[in-house]
């Protein structure tokens, strides 16, 4: 019998040492590739001017300097809307929608999954095509039920649509088909619970990596678009918004980049904590038992 190989104890797939070395390579290759745009844009953040323009660019900094982050919140000082209001609507944006969307996407996952109620099939498949239509489509549809609902120029309009993620729903719901067997739900209703109490008690802890998943992304998305196109009025504008105005005005570089580094530090950091939660959500959405 074939000795299986094993590392920290756990039985790892039957490869040749050399096989793992060759695909360590390559996926670092192919890591230190998808992660370059990300050092340059954090390299120019503290690029002084002189440098920014050099032909052919640097990979690296010469002198390091701050004024980039200087000049970006000075800039943002200077507005006649505090920069503290702009981080308010920013967090309050991106907990509304992200706790809003977890509910809703969760409960809607379970139904469809262990509540067998007449169409369930075909409702799923309806939010799996939907996937496929763009927001470009359903735009002046979206406008009018806007107008119709006087949701305009409101938080409303930039956190209620985003209860709507079809995508965490499509991945929840998969993730309960293969890691919540219908036997315990059968188990527990026969034991009288409700189906809330199911939800609530069983089928959410069994699917940590799912919700937090769901989580992750529709806050990184939140996060990284801020308020709604629909929104005019600056006092309900988001940190996003803010400095996207703040660099068109000044039209600088440096300050710029200091400004994408900020505002993609908070999705990095969060995603960094939960990779393993994503991963783990990611392989198994798609099994079947």
């Keep these: 019998m074939k000795k299986l190989r094993t590392r ?13 070395t060759v695909i360590t390579v390559v996926l670092c290759i192919f890591g230190i590739f998808m992660f370059s745009p990300t050092y340059y844009l954090i390299i120019t953040a503290f690029k002084p001017i002189g440098e920014m323009f050099l032909t052919p660019p640097n990979f690296y900094v010469i002198r390091p300097t701050m004024q980039n982050f200087i000049d970006l919140f000075a800039s943002m000082t200077s507005t006649w809307v505090p920069l503290s209001r ?65 949701w305009l120029n409101t938080y409303t309009i930039s956190i209620v649509p985003m209860w709507a ?72 504008k988001t940190f996003d918004n803010a400095i996207n105005s703040i660099i068109s005005a000044s039209g600088t570089q440096g300050a710029g980049s200091a400004a994408a580094v900020i505002m993609m530090s908070v999705p990095i950091i969060v995603f960094i904590i939960t990779q393993s939660q994503i991963v783990e959500t990611m392989g198994s959405s798609g099994m079947k038992d």
Aim: glycine content about 6%; aromatic content about 12%; some cysteine.
């Design 8 to 20: 920290k104890h756990s039985v790892v797939l039957n490869r040749s040492v050399g096989g793992d």
């Design 86 to 150: 702009y981080i308010f609507n920013t967090i309050y944006i991106s907990l509304g929608a992200t706790v809003g969307c977890l509910i809703i996407g969760s409960m809607a996952a379970y139904a469809i999954s262990k509540v067998r109620f007449p169409g369930y099939n075909v409702v799923f498949q309806l939010i799996v095509y939907s996937l496929m239509i763009s927001s470009t489509v359903t735009g002046i549809a979206h406008f009018l039920v806007f107008v119709a609902l006087k």
């Design 165 to 236: 993620s079809t995508l965490g729903l499509y991945l929840m719901k998969n993730f309960i088909d293969s890691n919540v067997p219908d036997s315990m739900i059968e188990a527990a209703r026969i034991e009288g619970c409700s189906e809330f109490r199911i939800y609530l008690t069983i089928v959410m802890p069994l699917v940590k990596p799912a919700w937090l998943t769901l989580m992750i992304t529709v806050f990184q998305n939140v996060w990284n678009v801020g308020a709604s196109s629909y929104v005019y009025s600056e006092n309900l």
